[in-house]
């Protein structure tokens, strides 16, 4: 449930790779998103205790400072929340997307202090 599909055989296979699943296309489950029912699915099975269904509508929505607010950064991409979800929604990419976000955010805001403490003028 943790990896990520691919569609081109130049992706490479590399040292951490764990295992490789080839599927036909008759054997893919094809599935169209829809919008989230709130049934709480995906709540129940998060071993984060995270609200995914939540947490997916504020990044769709570009709010990732909720999303950070309430703890996207602490998911560990398990996936138990998009295999439970019965409207299909991607879950894991949405909360992939946020931790890429708020980690871009964070080094900004550590690259800017680094540079404030590198331009300080020190007088006698």
């Known amino acids: 449930m943790m990896g990520l599909s691919v569609c081109s055989l130049d992706v490479p296979v590399m040292k951490s790779t764990s295992g490789i699943l080839a599927l036909t296309a008759d054997e893919t489950a094809q599935y169209t998103s829809h919008a ?7 709540v129940d099975v998060c071993p984060m205790r995270l609200m995914p269904g939540t947490l997916s509508l504020q990044i769709e929505n570009e709010r990732f400072d909720l999303a950070e607010a309430w703890r996207a950064a602490d998911c ?11 409207a299909h929604r991607p ?11 708020i980690l871009a955010k964070r080094r900004a805001q550590a690259a800017g202090k680094k540079s404030e403490c590198g331009t300080r003028k020190v007088e006698d």
């Open 91 to 101: 879950l894991v990419q949405h909360l992939r997307r946020a931790k890429a976000e």
């Open 76 to 86: 560990i991409e398990c996936g138990c929340c998009a295999y439970t979800c019965p």
């Open 36 to 42: 989230c029912i709130a049934c709480g699915g995906c």
